[in-house]
């Protein structure tokens, strides 16, 4: 298990915080790519403009990673892509997308970035109906209910977008991309759609189940097409996560993990510390360490901590130091190390 954290496109006292606390590898934003705009709006942050043509782009990936280098960091994997909403829905210049998306997965291939998470929350992101829950202590946390996010205006006409077009366009995807990652070395982690519920917003969420993992890996099987377990969105699927960690391990199919936990349900739930939520985070790396998992995890979603200001819920600095303590002990504990 490779203890990583999610940095920004550019540095900031996180990247020396990390380093102090023992990281030595990040996971990525691309600067103006279609993660970076979506993850830092749905944080709550203005987005940079972006610095290069193609952020996607080997020249782009490889500044980013002399960046990282500059402060004693390596690039573990990348959460982000070029533009991919036409691709999602099947729609003219779906190809043209595709073609960035290999330029991504080449260039990474030749620069020795092993992992790329990638989602198929179409036009949305993650959904929160609260930024502001009060946790242990005072701490502010992000929430959802179905209520909420009801009460909210749906971003697209509902109906417009299908199920069975979100899986179409999956399965293209799948059969154009595969092939490229597996000549490059690179796996492709495919992100829970988060919540893991049937629509958000009027938009249809089809990642929302073990069984829509199991679908997605017998579309295309490869070690190349592989899952990042999200485990706040894995908690929220089943109530035996560590069976669900040793089910995708036979299948070599964990390329990534989000180590988080939450209380609650799909329609109703709080984000929590990392020892505060309803998962055993010590069952679910103790089922990593036997099946012999050795990828990038990082720690996910954390509260807002006295001292600090809620502009990006979710990534406030203290919960993530905090956060980090606790999955190195857990790591200790189950790999020795």
């Known amino acids: 298990m490779r203890l990583t954290e999610l940095l920004q496109s550019r540095p900031d006292p996180l990247w020396k915080l990390v380093k102090q606390c023992g990281v030595d590898e990040a996971v990525v934003l691309l600067d103006g790519a279609e993660q970076e705009l979506r993850w830092l709006r749905a944080a709550g942050a203005v987005p940079t403009p972006r610095s290069e043509e193609h952020p996607w782009g080997e020249a782009a990936i490889s500044a980013q990673q002399q960046r990282l280098a500059d402060h004693g960091l390596t690039m573990a994997a990348i959460e982000d892509t070029a533009p991919m909403d036409a691709v999602r829905l099947g729609l003219p210049g779906r190809d043209e997308q595709i073609e960035h998306v290999i330029e991504q997965i080449r260039a990474m291939g030749r620069l020795g970035v092993p992992v790329l998470c990638y989602n198929w929350m179409a036009v949305t992101s993650w959904a929160r109906t609260d930024v502001a829950v009060r946790i242990r202590g005072g701490a502010l946390s992000t929430g959802y209910t179905r209520e909420g996010d009801l009460a909210l205006p749906p971003v ?10 979100l899986w179409d366009g999956l399965a293209y995807f799948l059969d154009a991309v595969v092939p490229e990652a597996e000549q490059a070395g690179v796996r492709l982690a495919l992100h829970p759609d988060d919540p893991p519920r049937s629509s958000s917003r009027g938009v249809p969420r089809i990642i929302r189940s073990v069984e829509a993992y199991r679908r997605v890996l017998d579309l295309h099987p490869s070690p190349a097409n592989a899952a990042t377990l999200c485990q706040g969105n894995f908690a929220l699927m089943t109530d035996d996560l560590p069976a669900v960690i040793r089910e995708l391990g036979a299948r070599d199919a964990i390329a990534f993990v989000h180590l988080r936990d939450v209380v609650g349900t799909p329609d109703d739930f709080v984000e929590t510390f990392h020892d505060d939520g309803q998962t055993d985070l010590s069952a679910c790396v103790e089922a990593y360490a036997e099946i012999g998992f050795d990828g990038p995890l990082r720690p ?34 189950h790999y020795g190390r």
């Open 156 to 165: 697209v006409e509902p109906g417009s977008i299908t199920e069975e077009q």
């Open 300 to 333: 996910d979603h954390v509260p807002t901590l006295e001292g600090e200001d809620n502009a990006r819920p979710g990534y406030a600095t203290l919960g993530r130091l905090f956060a980090l303590g606790y999955v190195k002990a857990l790591r200790q504990v």
